[in-house]
């Protein structure tokens, strides 16, 4: 990860995780769903990078808005990963990184991907048009 210094929401967390006592001021700058999330302590700091945990899942990197689409590229369409469908390229994500509506964000990722639109693929079923055969694997001719 890079530095959440762009980021605002994440600036004014890293202002206010650290300390014991609740800062109405800084509290008031955060926007949804950031606020909710910090009131709900679902957000905690390792070694200096920001982590988000909801309910009894594992603990996940909160990333940086400059990173997004390189997590999204690398695990949907990285080379030797393969284009995965959404369902599978979803469960890749929510067990690795967190930013808010990292889900709609996804699926527009692939539902605007160039090469999954010339396979005509349906990404969140997984099977080509006329729902017979299933397709993973797209070959990179670049």
């Known amino acids: 990860m890079k ?27 955060l926007e949804e769903p950031w606020l909710r999330d910090y009131k709900d302590n679902t957000f905690f700091l ?19 808005r400059d ?8 695990f949907h ?13 979803k469960e890749r994500v929510a067990s690795t990184a967190w930013w808010p509506k ?14 999954c639109q010339k396979a005509n693929m349906d990404w969140v079923t997984g099977l080509v048009p006329g729902g017979k055969e299933k397709l993973q694997f797209l070959p990179d001719n670049s």
Not at 4 to 23: D, E, F, M, N, T
Not at 67 to 74: F, P, T
């Open 3 to 29: 530095t959440y210094a762009k980021h605002k929401q994440c600036g004014i967390l890293l202002q206010l995780l650290p300390v014991k006592y609740r800062s109405p001021e800084l509290e008031f700058k």
């Open 102 to 115: 990292w889900e709609q964000e996804l699926s527009e990722y692939i539902n605007t991907c160039e090469r």
């Open 77 to 89: 369409d990285c080379p030797y990963k393969r284009h995965m469908i959404e369902d599978r390229t």
């Open 46 to 64: 390792i070694d200096g990078l920001l982590y988000h945990r909801e309910k009894h899942t594992s603990a996940l990197v909160v990333v940086d």
């Open 67 to 74: 990173d997004i689409s390189l997590i999204l590229q690398e």
